[in-house]
């Protein structure tokens, strides 16, 4: 009974070997960089003191996409781009034919534009 006793008051020993990691990081993610963006990186990293895949990892966890615009958005731009060849034109007769002439369709069409213009950024949410 001595030996177990014994055996109970000795210090735990460590296991061998390396400690296990807390985070295992066992996926891999392959992307291709041009020369540029690969200097780029490495020196952005270099310089936070950092290696390269852990930057990219810190810099993509706080990264900002946005999504491509909706068929809906995108109408709303098509219909922008309009007004503004509609409103060049109506500059262009004003100038021939004198302004107050086009005063009404000036007002519609800058009536119009705002519409659009706030439907475009109340969507940006």
Known sequence: MTATTENNNLPKRRAPGRPKKTIRRS?????????????????????????????????????KVF???????????RMLAGLANNLNQLTHLAHVAGLFSLALKCQAMLRQIEELLTKISNHDG
Request: proline fraction near 6%; hydrophobic fraction near 40%; avoid cysteine.
């Open 67 to 77: 999504p491509r615009f909706t068929a809906e958005e995108s109408s709303w731009f």
């Open 27 to 63: 996926d891999l993610l392959m992307i291709r960089l041009t020369p540029t963006e690969r200097i780029l990186i490495e020196g952005r990293a270099k310089n936070a003191g950092l290696k390269p895949s852990e930057w990219f990892r810190r810099a993509a966890k706080r990264a």
